[in-house]
């Protein structure tokens, strides 16, 4: 098995980096992960993980967040860029805009969010959701494309697959979260629990409900479709510029130091 360093795991409206190469299904032992490929940037290995699986047939609530996240660990990945559709609860984003969350409120319901069910018992911190190192790279090179940056916005994650009421919406807003996604968590606490770097990279795809009027999974192919090769290209520049090894100045290469009181 080749091995890689980087992930960057696509979501909806963002099917490939690597065009042309062979997906590869892993089997872990939490299940078979995602498809994924592994190519080049640079002269960097980079894996591609396709969170929806094959033709986008995964929703947001049955994926396999665990095998997803294990698998990469296990081809020696440390540092995950994770792309995101969001819709923008805070008025001042519009769609098209790139927004790079700096902390997160968790409202799923259903999903495993966990790698340690057992002993030891292990309580990650998340003070700092995100890798800085990650974050900084990601709002450079997004300034970088032209397109509207927002450099810091608290990420609202829902179980889906339904979107929101409207009524929902405005609690997250009451309660300072400025966009809302399916995706975001457990992904974000299982890398940090196997001490992992990740960051999430999103885009705009369309205003939350109650904001603009209907919602439809469509807008967010049409905006992604508009600013893909600009996403692209912030996101080949970022990998291109992460600093390997790992600088240590962050907070997830060492999150088990001090996580278990045994
Ligand atoms: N709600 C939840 N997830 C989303 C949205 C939304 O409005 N847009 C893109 N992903």
């Known amino acids: 098995m080749k091995k890689a360093k ?6 909806t409206g963002f099917k490939n980096l690597f ?3 062979k997906q590869l299904r892993i089997e872990t032992r939490y299940g078979t992960a995602s498809p994924l490929s592994i190519g ?3 002269a960097r290995e980079v894996v591609f993980l396709c969170r929806h699986g094959p033709n986008h047939s995964v929703p ?3 994926i396999n967040y665990k095998a997803n996240i294990y698998a990469l660990h296990e081809i020696g990945v440390e540092r995950i860029i994770a792309v995101n559709a969001v819709g923008a609860i805070n008025r001042d984003f519009k769609p098209s805009d790139i927004v790079i969350p700096h ?3 968790d409202f799923t319901k259903l999903r495993e969010t966990t790698f340690y069910d057992n002993a030891p018992v292990t309580h990650i911190d998340v003070s700092q959701p995100y890798c800085p190192t990650i974050r ?3 709002i450079e090179n997004a300034q970088k494309t032209g397109l509207r940056v927002w450099d810091r916005a608290v990420l609202v994650c829902t179980e889906g697959p339904r979107f929101e009421t409207p009524a929902e919406i405005e609690m997250f807003r009451r309660l300072g979260c400025d966009v809302v996604g399916m995706t975001g968590v457990p992904e974000t606490v299982l890398a940090r629990e196997l001490e992992m770097c990740y960051a999430p990279f999103c885009f705009v795809s369309n205003m939350a409900a109650g ?3 209907g919602l439809t999974p469509f807008e967010v192919a049409k905006i992604s479709e508009k600013i893909m090769p600009k996403l692209e ?3 080949i520049s970022a990998v291109k510029a992460l600093p390997i090894p790992r600088d240590g100045n962050c907070p997830c290469a060492n999150a088990l130091k001090d996580a278990r009181l045994k």
């Open 233 to 235: 290209q912030a996101l």
């Open 60 to 62: 947001p609530h049955k």
């Open 103 to 105: 902390d997160l409120v």
């Open 19 to 21: 065009k042309e190469t």
């Open 211 to 213: 904001v603009q009027e």
């Open 136 to 138: 900084r790279l990601l």
């Open 6 to 11: 980087i992930a960057i795991i696509g979501g």
């Open 40 to 42: 080049k940037v640079n």
